[in-house]
């Protein structure tokens, strides 16, 4: 079943900080981001393995809320090279990911 | 590291005709390869699970006998559309799990597919 993603768009000024939730009915295994640009593959950002944990990446950062289902993206002082779709993926135990519909990131100088 | 590639990036082929893409992990071993199918602006729908030395596993909808997967080795899997049609035309794109890190998936840069 796929994750719900929200907002599906969001517009920042450089600086600016942005939340993206992605939520589950079903329990989660792992919570995979990624960030893809126009036209291109999606590349990895960050996994989390277990409820509770919390991972960063330069000035982007997750959360993994098992008892909720959720995890959320935070984007920190947003830089123009942030701006992309940005797709949740729950794992399963069988290592299948299942992607929700996206969230468009569009930074502005 | 963890770099996956594709091969073509772009193919336009006339209808009726077959057309094979195919996945490597460049410098990485992977036992499971995915392949996804994404239209514009849309998520990435996960077509079928390749694993090395085994059948692929197919997502229900996807028909077997049209899209084919080959999983020869620990680095290389082939997808062959075969009898495209117009509707077969998107973004393929194909991930890979390093042998003992199935939880991650390294995607290529997709292979976009027009079938005239």
């Known amino acids: 079943q796929q994750p719900v993603q929200s907002p599906q768009a969001v517009i920042l000024r450089e600086g600016e900080d942005a939340v993206i939730n992605c939520s589950s009915s079903k329990a989660l295994y792992s919570v995979h981001w990624y960030r893809q640009k126009h036209g291109e593959a999606p590349v990895f950002l960050m996994i989390l393995l277990k409820g509770g944990e919390q991972k960063g990446h330069d000035k982007i950062s997750a959360s993994f809320n098992e008892k909720k289902q959720q995890s959320s993206l935070y984007l920190t002082a947003s830089q123009l090279s942030y701006s992309g779709t940005y797709f949740c993926?729950?794992?399963?135990?069988?290592?299948?990911?299942?992607f929700g519909a996206g969230t468009t990131v569009t930074v502005r100088a | 590291g963890a770099v996956v590639s594709q091969h073509p990036s772009w193919v336009i082929c006339k209808s009726g005709t077959s057309v094979k893409i195919e996945c490597r992990s460049l410098?990485?071993?992977?036992?499971?390869m995915f392949w996804y199918r994404q239209f514009p602006k849309q998520s990435l729908m996960l077509m079928a699970t390749s694993n090395e030395g085994s059948k692929a596993t197919y997502e229900q909808g996807v028909e077997k006998d049209k899209f084919l997967i080959n999983h020869a080795s620990l680095t290389l899997s082939t997808l062959t559309v075969t009898s495209a049609h117009p509707e077969d035309s998107s973004f393929y794109i194909c991930?890979?799990?390093?042998?003992?890190?199935?939880?991650?998936?390294?995607f290529g840069p997709g292979t976009r597919l027009l079938v005239l």
């Open positions: 993926g729950l794992g399963s135990n069988d290592y299948k990911l299942s």
């Open positions: 410098d990485f071993q992977a036992t499971t």
């Open positions: 991930s890979a799990s390093p042998t003992g890190f199935q939880e991650t998936q390294y």
